[in-house]
């Protein structure tokens, strides 16, 4: 069984900036340390995208200083609040598929984690830009890796979700692709678990037989309207993270508030002492 702790829209920015009066670098660097605290035989960090707010180097440099303090291995995706030159020169050692795009994969015992690159830029244009988009290069790539997992079982890793997830604006900048997207994944039938970040809410569902997951944000999130085309709304609710372990059989999912985590702070025998105390 691995464990993968998952961080998505970390939306970091230079310093004494914030984002709806909140500090989205104190609030990662609270997610990191508790993670790394709470469960430090994770196996790998996942963050899927959306790790500045604005691309810029400044902001890169500062998610690295939270990032080097990990002694689990990261593995970082890049949204559409990212820039991809930038990335690359403030990351260097992240691996890159060979026409240059944030993509790889690499097997965790009998599954196969694959990281895609989903940023439908160059040109950086809002509104165009803020949806995501598989080329035919990043398609292919893709295809290849499902071919090569051969027994495995598959997870991906997306910043764009590949469907509708009910927030009428959100699903206007979801993956454009995403029915090819799916038919692709369809032709091998080892993909069991998706993961995607890009709304700021926890969501979980299946589509077309697939089980997905989504995230919250550590820091703003999008308010629970299901109604509204407003891609702006942002509210401060309890920051968290996801935790996947998988399975034989498949993934399974939790997810931490760890803003309001208090019982997962005791260990096993403070637990036992305070039952025995209350037993008295």
């Known amino acids: 069984m691995a464990k993968i702790i998952v961080f998505t829209d970390l939306h970091i920015v230079p310093e004494g900036k914030t984002i709806i009066g909140l500090d989205p670098y104190e609030r990662l660097l609270a997610g990191v340390e508790h993670a790394l605290r709470i469960h430090p035989n ?37 949204g559409n609040h990212d820039e991809r030159e930038t990335f690359a020169q403030c990351f260097p050692d992240t691996p890159l598929d060979p026409k240059g795009f ?26 165009e830009a803020y949806s995501g988009y598989l080329c035919d290069s ?10 090569a997992a051969g027994d495995r079982k598959v997870a991906i890793f997306m910043h764009h979700p590949p469907h509708d997830i009910g927030f009428p604006g959100m699903d206007e900048i979801k993956l454009k692709n995403g029915a090819a997207f ?3 994944i369809g032709r091998f039938g080892n993909v069991r678990h998706i993961v995607a970040g890009h709304v700021h ?15 919250k944000s550590p820091c703003h999130q999008q308010p629970m309207n299901l109604d509204s085309h407003d891609l702006s709304l942002s509210v401060d609710e309890p920051a968290a993270y996801g935790i ?6 498949g993934m399974i999912v939790h997810t931490e ?9 005791l260990s096993d025998q403070d637990a ?9």
């Open 182 to 184: 799916y038919d692709l």
């Open 201 to 215: 809410r926890t969501i979980s569902g299946a589509h077309r037989g697939v089980a997905y997951s989504v995230f």
């Open 138 to 147: 990043r398609m292919a790539w893709l295809e290849a890796q499902l071919a």
């Open 42 to 78: 994770a196996d790998r960090i996942v963050c899927t995208g959306d790790l500045t707010n604005r691309g810029d180097a400044d902001s890169y440099s500062r998610l690295k200083e939270i990032l080097d303090r990990s002694h689990v291995p990261v593995r970082l995706l890049i």
């Open 244 to 249: 996947l372990l998988t399975t034989p059989h």
């Open 272 to 280: 036992l002492g305070a039952g025995a105390d209350a037993a008295e």
């Open 257 to 265: 508030d760890y803003q309001i985590a208090v019982a997962n702070a």
């Open 102 to 127: 944030v993509q790889s994969a690499e097997d965790l015992g009998d599954w196969r984690m694959i990281y895609l690159d989903t940023l439908n830029a160059p040109p950086y244009v809002f509104p």
